[in-house]
């Protein structure tokens, strides 16, 4: 009996213009995180302002400021989280739980 042949993923193409958007949006992404996380380690709350632009980038805009004091106590919480996250340090020393191979193959390492 044969071994099946394992399945290749399918390839994705990118114009040059998606690319560059796609590029685009991962960099402002970024930026406006950066300035949400220091309005928050400033204030210690968010502004509505903030909270409309975040929203805004994330695709869901608000429509009136009940909607947006609704919503701001959720992204405060959020933003608090990513910051715990990304305030984490991990040991260089640490070994990896996986390591990835770019053949797709296991890690011969035994745990």
Do not use: H, W
Request: charged letters at 30%.
């Amino acid at each position: 009996m044969s071994e099946p042949t394992p399945k290749t993923p399918p390839k994705i193409r990118f114009t040059r213009r998606a690319l560059a958007s796609l590029t685009a949006a991962g960099l402002a992404g970024e930026t406006l995180l950066k300035a949400v996380l220091q309005e928050t380690r400033t204030t210690q709350a968010l502004s509505l302002e903030t909270v409309r632009v975040l929203l805004e980038f994330l695709g869901q805009p608000a429509a009136n400021r009940t909607e947006l004091e609704r919503m701001r106590p959720a992204l405060e919480r959020t933003v608090r989280a990513i910051q715990v996250i990304r305030d984490f340090e991990i040991s260089l020393a640490l070994e990896p739980a996986f390591v990835f191979r770019p053949d797709g193959g296991e890690d011969e390492r035994t745990p």
